[in-house]
C-alpha cells in the first residue's frame, strides 16, 4: 500500500482559489494511479479527480470540471488539487487515494489506499 498524507485545507471565500497537496510514501510513486475525492457533512462520498501514472492523462468530475486542476509531481511523490473559483458547495473533506493499476479511476472501490483528509470551508 502506499501512505498519503494530504494538506492545505482551510477556511476560503467563494469566488478564491485554493490549492491541496497529497504526499505520498511506500509504493513507487510513478506505479500509482491518483485521485481526489470529496465527503460532505451528511452526503456520500464523491468522485472529483483522477490522474494516470504518467500524469498524461486526468478526468474531472462534473461538478469541479473547468474550475480544478489535478497535477503530480514524480520529484516530490506529490500530487495536488488546484481548485479555482470556489463554491459553498465545495465546502467537504477532501481526501486523495491510490490505484494499484494505471487508469483513469472513478470509483472508490477502484482505489486501495486513501488519506486522512484535509477539510475545506468555502464561506458565501
Known amino acids: 500500500q502506499v501512505q498519503l498524507v494530504e494538506s492545505g485545507g482551510g477556511l ?8 491541496l497537496s497529497c ?11 491518483m485521485g481526489w475525492f470529496r465527503q460532505a457533512p451528511g452526503k456520500e462520498r464523491e468522485y472529483v479527480a483522477s490522474i494516470t501514472q504518467s500524469g498524461d492523462r486526468s478526468l474531472y468530475g462534473d461538478s469541479v470540471k473547468g474550475r480544478f486542476i489535478i497535477a503530480r509531481d514524480g520529484s516530490r511523490n506529490t500530487i495536488y488539487l488546484h481548485m479555482s ?15 494499484q493499476w494505471d487508469g483513469l479511476w472513478t470509483r ?3 482505489f486501495d489506499s486513501w488519506g486522512q483528509g484535509t477539510q475545506v470551508t468555502v464561506s458565501p
Do not use: K, M
Open 12 to 19: 476560503v471565500q467563494a469566488g478564491d482559489s485554493l490549492s
Open 23 to 33: 504526499a505520498a510514501s511506500g509504493r513507487t510513486f510513478s506505479n500509482v494511479a
Open 85 to 99: 473559483n470556489v463554491e459553498p458547495n465545495d465546502t467537504a473533506v477532501y481526501y486523495c487515494a491510490a490505484a
Open 108 to 110: 472508490q472501490s477502484d
